[in-house]
């Protein structure tokens, strides 16, 4: 694969071309950009998937919800339904997406989150409501230059970072390296909590951010109580948690970009699992039911004597859920290593310049 990705190279360069020009007429005005007059906080990165975007907009929820009036707008990837939608109770991950669905059920009394591959369209119509929201969340946005965001957050992982990257196909980028420079914020996830100094300030030099730039570390942090919605798959109707998989037999399933974080954290806290991978966003069919269920089954007769569980993500969660019996989820937060509290002072100041 990787000598593939090198015989590609060329096509690298040519896709970079194409997307270098696209940006270019939307620098100088050939291609429109709308731009609101709320706050829009687009939060991207410039490579494929694996940087931790919903987390990132979880934390934003979380930071603003208790003082302003929050939407989320996510394209609402691989959903069966079109156009602009507001997701309720009735929807499942088909309709709206795996995120959507998954920023539903955490902040459905706290946000308003909708879909729309139309971000110019999604915020016109979120606008037009009888109560507005006060500040967009754009989820996944960042080469989405029809809509001008106010703040532009730039996630790029510890161990995968822009800078050492390359071009689709060869690399993963999206587009070349310095579309960095249309990000106000620039967040290193993903990071080891014990990062010391040092490596921070080396990741900072080699980013080399321009002057109105602010450079932040994040990690991701587990929830100790494993989750399931439908059922309590504990006897003594006592939570499940982390620890206590030590002492299970553990099929974990994902279906995400990079799982590999979650792998690394098992494996720390000595949890003996088999590992089934799919893609990303993932549509698992029956037949991928059936050959988990058959998995789960074969790991529960090599082993009698500890119950058996199907762990997964959250995100894969709404996809799987209702479709397969002792099936749980581990959740995660994004935490802020230092500074948490600059970086919040910082978004408000965001938004305190639009004035609404």
Not at 1 to 25: E, Q, V
Not at 250 to 272: D, M
Request: with cysteine; glycine share 4%.
């Amino acid at each position: 694969m990787k000598i593939l990705r090198f015989l590609l190279f060329p096509f690298a360069i040519l896709y970079g071309i194409i997307t270098a020009i696209r940006n270019w007429f939307f620098d100088i005005g050939l291609l429109k950009s709308t731009y609101f007059d709320v706050p829009v906080i687009a939060v991207g990165n410039l490579s494929v998937g694996g940087t931790g975007k919903t987390p990132q907009i979880e934390f934003l929820i979380r930071l603003l919800k208790n003082t302003h009036k929050i939407a989320v707008l996510s394209r609402g990837y691989k959903r069966k339904t079109t156009g602009f939608q507001i997701v309720n109770q009735k929807h499942t991950a088909c309709d709206v997406g795996d995120e959507p669905l998954q920023f539903y059920k955490k902040f459905k009394n706290q946000a308003i989150i909708s879909v729309d591959a139309d971000r110019t369209n999604g915020i016109t119509q979120l606008l037009k409501k009888q109560n507005p929201p006060e500040i967009i969340l754009l989820d996944d946005a960042f080469q989405h230059r029809k809509v001008k965001a106010s703040t532009y957050i730039l996630l790029t992982k510890f161990d995968d970072l822009y800078i050492n990257d390359y071009m689709l196909p060869t690399g993963n980028l999206r587009e070349f390296r310095s579309g960095y420079k249309r990000a106000n914020i620039i967040i290193v996830t993903k990071c080891p909590e014990n990062l010391s100094e040092e490596k921070q300030q080396e990741i900072i030099r080699k980013i080399k951010p321009k002057t109105y730039q602010q450079v932040f570390f994040t990690a991701i942090s587990y929830d100790e109580n494993l989750k399931n919605t439908k059922e309590n798959i504990e006897e003594n109707n006592t939570n499940l948690t982390i620890s206590a998989l030590k002492n299970k037999n553990v099929l974990l399933v994902t279906g995400i970009a990079n799982p590999n974080s979650l792998l690394t954290f098992l494996s720390k806290e000595n949890i003996q699992f088999k590992h089934l991978k799919y893609p990303d966003h993932y549509d698992f069919t029956n037949n991928d039911i059936q050959k988990i269920t058959s998995e789960f089954k074969e790991l529960e007769a090599k082993n009698t004597s500890k119950n058996t569980i199907i762990l997964t993500t959250e995100k894969d969660f709404m996809r799987l859920e209702n479709r397969l019996k002792k099936l749980c989820y581990i959740s995660i937060k994004s935490i802020f290593l230092k500074d948490e509290k600059r970086f919040s002072n910082l978004i408000q100041q965001e938004i305190s310049k639009i004035k609404v």
